[in-house]
Nanobody, 116 residues
């Protein structure tokens, strides 16, 4: 199993920036993809961005050009750098990993609130 601990959420004004971090522990050798999802008002978890071990990325259209995902594989850490934040980015952000055999792991979530 993989355990995930997120940090870096908080309250920021529109146009501001935040950096989310997520550290993985446990069976980290099984990880293939690390990424971030956020939960919408209908409680759906939607992909924000993800990155495979090989560096291939997927980024939601709604955040392209504003959010950047990166990984430090030596530290088993994934980051989400968020800029030009908008009120509609407000959500609980969840760190996610997918193993080579398709198993999902989730962090506890971190709240991001964009408000003046």
């Amino acid at each position: 199993q993989v355990q995930l601990v997120e940090s870096g959420g908080g309250l920021v004004q529109p146009g501001g920036s935040l950096l989310l971090s997520c550290v993985a522990s446990g069976s980290t050798g099984t990880i293939y993809t690390m990424g971030w999802y956020r939960q919408d008002p209908e409680k759906q978890r939607l992909l924000v961005a993800s990155m495979t071990n090989g560096g291939s990325t997927r980024v939601a259209d709604s955040v392209k050009g504003r959010f950047t995902i990166s990984r430090d594989n030596a530290k088993n850490t994934v980051y989400l750098s968020m800029h030009s934040l908008k009120p509609e980015d407000t959500a609980v952000y969840y760190c996610n990993t997918v193993s080579h055999n398709g198993l999902y792991s989730w962090g506890q979530g971190t709240q991001v609130t964009v408000s003046s």
